[in-house]
């Protein structure tokens, strides 16, 4: 089988620009965004700051290098940086903030990747010399690895108030944070509005091919521009790579309900099978796992029959909806599964 013919579940990272997003890609001006001489990276910025509600914002290559730069700025050597155990910047970023920022991560065991504040009161660290100083509570908002949940924004309050009140820092992964928007209707500047700095990812969800945006004040956004060049994320023209992003954010953002119902009826799918590895409540926006006795074994046999899910553990594959999955790669997707999970 070639692989335009999988269906792709392994993740909503695996998209490809729709020919409306190609062109405008064609059509960006461009400039050099070192110098901040990059129009469509500037209105990309200034379009996600006004998203978020915050002061200022700045493109950067991935993810990854959004949370790690905002972190950098947050925060000195020997600082620690509070986080649920099971959250990206833990788990999948190869280590970087001690590596980058000389920082250590005291992960807390969250319900479904949800801390609650008593949890992260209890995590603050005493005005003593031999600990490490708490400076910065990092939550992740919809929640990967809990099968992208929804973090209550009730919740995210009542830690605020825990942060604020300890003089501490407060960071958002909010990679799928539109996931969240279009799940609950409550607006992107509300979720963000406890946080210092908020991360949002284009390539996801959104289907842009590059990048990711961080907001905040001017001032701690400044500060992250040169670790953006100090960790090597100093671009040239990507106003290409820009475009995409605001088309995403004009054009992509409502579709995400379409992925949301894809992954309810993939939700369902397995709850009558016996296979949801959670129960169907938790399936709040793209995502949806499953348990069998061997998931790297079930995988390959989903492969066979074309179709691609990732193993996250010995028992448990994940699958995420996304722009190119359709509802005829549904319906093939919940034949193969009753094939090969009938009871």
């Known amino acids: 089988m070639t692989q335009t013919h999988w269906i792709d579940l392994r993740s909503d990272t695996v998209t490809a620009p729709t020919p409306e997003m190609r062109e405008a890609i064609f059509q960006a001006p461009v400039g050099d965004d070192v110098y901040g001489e990059d129009p469509s990276i500037n209105a990309l910025e200034r379009k996600v700051a006004e998203l978020m509600g915050k002061e200022a914002a700045l493109y950067v290559p991935s993810g990854t290098m959004s949370n790690q730069v905002a972190l950098k700025a947050l925060t000195v050597p020997g600082d620690e940086v509070i986080c649920d155990y099971n959250c990206h910047v833990f788990n999948y970023e190869s280590g970087a903030a001690s590596a980058l920022s000389g920082v250590q991560l005291h992960p807390l065991p969250g319900e479904h990747g949800i801390l ?191 179709v691609l899910a990732n193993a996250t553990s010995p028992v448990k594959l994940r699958m995420v909806t996304h722009l190119n999955f359709d509802d005829n790669q549904l319906d093939q997707t919940v034949s193969v599964l009753k094939k090969l999970l009938k009871r």
């Open 116 to 306: 609650t504040a008593e949890q992260v009161s209890n995590a603050l660290r005493p005005a003593n010399d031999h600990f490490a100083t708490s400076r910065v509570v990092t939550l992740e908002n919809t929640h990967n690895r809990a099968g992208g949940v929804v973090y209550p924004l009730e919740v995210i309050h009542a830690v605020h108030a825990v942060v604020k009140g300890a003089g501490l820092k407060f960071h958002l992964d909010g990679a799928r944070l539109m996931n969240a928007v279009v799940a609950t209707g409550i607006p992107a500047r509300e979720w963000a509005a406890p946080f210092d700095t908020v991360s949002l990812c284009l390539s996801k969800g959104l289907g842009a091919p590059v990048g990711s945006v961080l907001s905040g004040s001017k001032e701690i956004i400044t500060k992250a521009h040169r670790f953006r060049k100090m960790f090597g994320g100093g671009m040239r023209q990507a106003g290409l790579l820009a475009a995409a992003g605001l088309y995403a954010l004009e054009h992509h953002v409502e579709r995400l309900a379409e992925d949301h119902r894809r992954a309810q009826v993939l939700g369902e799918t397995l709850a009558e099978l016996g296979r949801l590895a959670d129960d169907l409540e938790w399936v709040h926006t793209n995502m949806v796992f499953l348990k069998v006795d061997n998931a790297p074994e079930f995988s390959d046999r989903l492969k066979a029959e074309g």
